[in-house]
């Protein structure tokens, strides 16, 4: 708590001018509180990490079912809540009782708000307030309102799932409905927070009067939040443009004056320097400037997203003062200025001192630029050998799917009654045949029966391919099989008779294996350690890098460079599945990811042209622009 007693006297100031004067003290919390919430993270993960240990190298989604049936369970649990408390307190607690303090006239002082915002941790342990927590980590990301916490604002249903229920009508209409009831629960629950925080009320007791202040005020909230969001992200949107408008301007004249291919000395090497030309200065002044541009830039747009957030947060806050006022009688609170003591001008200080210690970050990764903005070309599997562009899990869809680029398709293999190996990714046949019965209920010859749904819309009749047919052509194209041992049927037997097939046909260099089944895959391992295994899964941790696989499989969710980097250090490769979106394919092909299977190869095919076809200052934003992210 700050004890300067030198400030000017407080005096009564307008919403606006208060805003201002917060914006230091806004922003010193928010990075001392990142800071604290960073160190906090490395030490559960640590923590975890040798508790997941313990049992398995690396605790995922297709071993945790083992892993919480163990005493390894519990105590995860355990420390994953402690973990969520402290996180939600010093990340959101901290954001409102701060802002309540400016608001209030409190003198500020970031480690009293530290102190009051764990203290108030114990005010949530119970049932009512469990609920207000669990929505605000779960509820929030999935419907997008309400005040969120970094470590769960990306939240979401993994797509395989959401690609499930898009395509079900009757799921989806679950879904909607699942939202809209979330996001009603939660307008009417807006100042629970606040109310617990600021006013002192029980989790139970400001559920209730956060539904009777919304009910009495939810009009002029919802106008004037509305307007407030709106004029902030204009306000924000205007400074970077111009921002980028800028450095545009500075960067265009030096780019048109270099060659159109031009190399350069290893600027890394202190000994290159002495011996530097003209045009190698104009290169590094020029990689200088966009680094610059990205980095300083970047970090202006991070400070601006950050005040605007808590500009928000402080506006709300003032509605709920004002609303919490008007109910208890009370006359309207006033605003006061902002003590302007020492400790107020040493976070304008700090706040400098960051953006200089940017730009000389600039000038290193200008000087190592060779380092980052090589090429990358990851492989793309077709999903379902041929992704959209013919009928699923078809042989004829194979050679599309390598005339687009791809080096293989990835195919789904379940075994029938009689003991033979088909093709079909659901685990029965209703979707494409009109048949409900699974593979495993059906001989071969009633599968050869059926008739498949043409996907492709070619008007084509198809059959149920088999696991020959595709190795035949394989074989013929040359094309990489990714081949998911799949379903009920995925067992230590389907793993020796596959790899059996393999054999006859010869195409060994030519497969990889994957199974959700973790029990399958280290069989595979174990038994033929030749055979190119890789692990699939859509959650998790632990040492990735030490699982007994060639390949880490991750579903696009969980695709990070620390897991990239976690693969590779390991002597593993990374294969990502299955990003659709054009900006999530330009994400994952300009990464350190080593295969993507994917639905759109058409996309994928345009976004590899449109990367290759980057200047250097593109390739420079490219790398660095997620930089603050990390």
Same mark, same amino acid.
């Given at each position: %708590?700050?004890?300067?007693?030198?400030?000017?006297?407080?005096?009564?100031?307008?919403?606006?001018?208060?805003?201002?004067?917060?914006?230091?003290?806004?922003?010193?919390?928010?990075?001392?509180?990142?800071?604290?919430l960073?160190?906090?993270? =490395?030490?559960?993960t640590?923590?975890?990490?040798?508790i997941?240990?313990?049992?398995?190298?690396a605790?995922?989604?297709?071993n945790?079912?083992?892993?919480?049936?163990?005493?390894?369970?519990?105590?995860?649990?355990?420390?994953?809540?402690?973990?969520?408390?402290?996180?939600?307190a010093?990340?959101l607690?901290?954001?409102?009782?701060?802002?309540?303090?400016?608001?209030k006239?409190?003198?500020?002082?970031?480690?009293?708000?530290?102190?009051?915002?764990?203290?108030?941790?114990?005010?949530?342990?119970?049932?009512?307030?469990?609920?207000?927590?669990v929505?605000?980590? =779960?509820?929030?990301?999935l419907?997008?309102?309400?005040?969120s916490?970094?470590?769960?604002?990306?939240?979401?249903?993994?797509?395989?799932?959401?690609?499930?229920?898009y395509?079900r009508?009757?799921?989806?209409a679950?879904?909607?409905i699942?939202?809209?009831?979330?996001?009603?629960?939660?307008?009417?629950?807006l100042?629970?927070?606040?109310?617990?925080?600021?006013?002192?009320?029980?989790?139970?007791?400001?559920?209730?009067?956060?539904?009777?202040?919304?009910?009495?005020?939810w009009?002029?909230?919802?106008?004037?939040m509305?307007?407030?969001?709106?004029?902030?992200?204009?306000?924000?949107?205007?400074v970077?443009?111009?921002?980028?408008?800028?450095?545009?301007?500075?960067?265009?004249?030096?780019?048109?004056t270099?060659p159109?291919?031009?190399?350069?000395k290893?600027?890394?090497?202190?000994?290159?320097?002495?011996?530097l030309?003209d045009?190698?200065?104009?290169?590094?002044?020029?990689? %200088?400037?966009?680094?610059?541009?990205?980095?300083?830039?970047?970090?202006?747009?991070?400070?601006?997203?950050?005040?605007?957030?808590?500009?928000i947060?402080?506006?709300f806050t003032?509605?709920?003062?004002?609303?919490?006022?008007?109910?208890?009688?009370?006359?309207?609170?006033?605003?006061?200025?902002?003590?302007?003591?020492?400790?107020?001008i040493g976070?304008?200080?700090?706040?400098?001192?960051?953006?200089?210690a940017?730009?000389?970050?600039?000038?290193?990764?200008?000087?190592a630029?060779d380092?980052y903005?090589?090429?990358?070309?990851?492989?793309?599997?077709?999903?379902?050998?041929?992704?959209?562009l013919?009928?699923e899990?078809?042989?004829?869809?194979?050679?599309?799917?390598?005339?687009?680029?791809?080096?293989?398709?990835?195919?789904?293999?379940?075994?029938?009654?009689?003991?033979?190996?088909?093709?079909?990714?659901?685990?029965?046949?209703?979707?494409?045949t009109?048949v409900?019965?699974?593979?495993?209920?059906m001989?071969?010859?009633?599968?050869?029966q059926?008739?498949?749904k043409?996907?492709?819309?070619?008007?084509?009749?198809?059959?149920?391919?088999?696991?020959?047919?595709?190795l035949?052509e394989?074989?013929?194209?040359?094309?990489?099989?990714?081949l998911?041992?799949?379903?009920?049927?995925?067992?230590?037997?389907?793993?020796d008779?596959?790899?059996?097939?393999?054999?006859?046909?010869?195409?060994?260099?030519?497969?990889?294996?994957?199974?959700?089944k973790?029990?399958?895959m280290?069989?595979l391992?174990?038994?033929?350690?030749e055979?190119?295994?890789?692990?699939?899964?859509?959650?998790?941790?632990?040492?990735?890098?030490k699982?007994p696989?060639?390949?880490?499989?991750?579903?696009?969710?969980m695709?990070?460079p620390?897991?990239?980097?976690?693969?590779?250090?390991?002597?593993?490769?990374?294969?990502v599945?299955?990003?659709?979106?054009?900006?999530?394919?330009?994400?994952? %092909?300009?990464s350190?990811?080593d295969?993507?299977?994917?639905?759109?190869?058409?996309?994928?095919?345009?976004?590899r042209?449109?990367?290759?076809?980057?200047?250097?200052r593109?390739?420079?934003?490219?790398?660095?622009?997620?930089?603050?992210l990390?």
């Amino acid at each position: %708590m700050s004890t300067d007693t030198t400030s000017k006297p407080q005096k009564k100031i307008s919403f606006a001018r208060l805003a201002a004067e917060s914006v230091p003290e806004i922003w010193a919390v928010q990075f001392v509180t990142a800071f604290i919430l960073a160190i906090l993270v =490395f030490i559960f993960t640590r923590i975890c990490n040798a508790i997941i240990g313990t049992r398995v190298v690396a605790l995922t989604t297709a071993n945790m079912k083992q892993v919480l049936l163990s005493w390894q369970g519990p105590v995860l649990i355990i420390i994953a809540i402690l973990f969520l408390l402290l996180y939600v307190a010093l990340d959101l607690f901290i954001r409102i009782l701060v802002t309540g303090g400016i608001l209030k006239g409190e003198k500020g002082g970031i480690f009293r708000s530290i102190k009051d915002s764990l203290l108030n941790i114990r005010r949530f342990l119970n049932p009512d307030g469990i609920s207000i927590l669990v929505y605000i980590l =779960f509820a929030v990301p999935l419907v997008g309102v309400g005040f969120s916490v970094g470590i769960t604002q990306n939240f979401a249903i993994p797509n395989f799932i959401m690609d499930v229920v898009y395509k079900r009508p009757a799921f989806l209409a679950l879904y909607v409905i699942g939202l809209l009831a979330l996001l009603i629960v939660g307008f009417f629950f807006l100042f629970s927070l606040h109310a617990v925080l600021l006013s002192g009320l029980t989790p139970k007791e400001a559920k209730k009067y956060s539904v009777k202040l919304v009910r009495k005020n939810w009009k002029k909230f919802l106008l004037t939040m509305l307007l407030v969001i709106v004029v902030t992200s204009l306000v924000r949107f205007c400074v970077s443009t111009v921002l980028n408008l800028a450095f545009q301007a500075g960067l265009d004249p030096v780019e048109q004056t270099l060659p159109a291919d031009y190399e350069t000395k290893d600027f890394s090497d202190p000994s290159t320097w002495d011996s530097l030309t003209d045009q190698d200065i104009d290169i590094l002044n020029f990689r %200088m400037g966009c680094t610059f541009a990205v980095l300083e830039g970047g970090y202006l747009d991070l400070f601006l997203r950050l005040l605007a957030s808590a500009f928000i947060m402080l506006y709300f806050t003032k509605l709920y003062l004002q609303f919490d006022a008007a109910e208890r009688g009370e006359s309207a609170p006033v605003w006061l200025s902002r003590p302007k003591g020492p400790s107020y001008i040493g976070k304008i200080v700090l706040m400098i001192g960051i953006a200089v210690a940017v730009a000389i970050l600039c000038f290193i990764l200008s000087i190592a630029a060779d380092s980052y903005i090589g090429k990358r070309e990851p492989h793309i599997f077709a999903h379902r050998s041929c992704g959209t562009l013919g009928q699923e899990n078809s042989v004829e869809g194979l050679a599309l799917a390598l005339e687009h680029g791809c080096i293989g398709g990835e195919i789904d293999i379940q075994r029938t009654k009689d003991g033979y190996y088909i093709i079909n990714h659901d685990n029965d046949f209703a979707r494409l045949t009109g048949v409900a019965k699974k593979p495993s209920e059906m001989t071969l010859a009633e599968i050869e029966q059926l008739e498949v749904k043409d996907t492709a819309g070619t008007g084509k009749t198809y059959k149920v391919p088999k696991l020959e047919e595709f190795l035949e052509e394989a074989k013929r194209l040359n094309a990489v099989l990714l081949l998911e041992l799949k379903g009920e049927t995925a067992d230590e037997k389907m793993a020796d008779d596959v790899v059996a097939m393999v054999k006859e046909y010869g195409v060994e260099d030519l497969v990889l294996y994957i199974s959700l089944k973790e029990d399958v895959m280290n069989y595979l391992k174990e038994r033929y350690p030749e055979a190119k295994v890789s692990s699939v899964f859509f959650a998790g941790m632990g040492d990735f890098e030490k699982l007994p696989c060639d390949i880490l499989g991750v579903e696009e969710g969980m695709g990070t460079p620390l897991i990239y980097a976690q693969a590779h250090s390991g002597g593993k490769e990374v294969a990502v599945w299955t990003p659709n979106t054009d900006q999530a394919l330009r994400t994952f %092909m300009d990464s350190d990811v080593d295969y993507i299977t994917t639905d759109e190869i058409e996309i994928a095919e345009q976004v590899r042209k449109d990367l290759d076809a980057r200047t250097e200052r593109e390739l420079i934003i490219d790398r660095l622009q997620d930089f603050w992210l990390l």
